[in-house]
């Protein structure tokens, strides 16, 4: 059974850092994109950022030059550094991993961003 497990998250003031981290566990044959989503409270679930198993990566535009996205293949794991954090970074982050041809989802860490 495939699990991705997310730690990181936590309470931070506008302008601080967190680095979020994924590790993928389980029978793994092959990972592909990986990446991580946030949801905020009554919005939508959104792209932050997301790393090809090649190292191409795409940023949301409210994230780039503060966000930084990679992935240890060794270990499969993605983290993702977010400095001058912002409240309106606020939400849910989840993990996603597309590994062994199918869709994967972690449990969600919570950021919270004061002012």
């Known amino acids: 059974q495939v699990q991705l497990v997310e730690s990181g998250g936590g309470l931070v003031q506008a302008g601080g850092s967190l680095r979020l981290s994924c590790a993928a566990s389980g029978t793994i044959f092959s990972i592909n994109a990986m990446g991580w989503y946030r949801q905020a409270p009554g919005k939508q679930r959104e792209l932050v950022a997301s790393i090809t198993s090649g190292g191409s990566i795409n940023y949301r535009d409210s994230v780039k030059g503060r966000f930084t996205i990679s992935r240890d293949n060794a270990k499969s794991t993605v983290y993702l550094q977010m400095n001058s954090l912002k409240p309106e970074d606020t939400g849910v982050y989840y993990c996603?991993?597309?590994?062994?041809?199918?869709?994967?989802w972690g449990q969600g860490t919570q950021v919270t961003v004061s002012s």
């Open positions: 996603n991993a597309f590994l062994n041809w199918s869709d994967y």
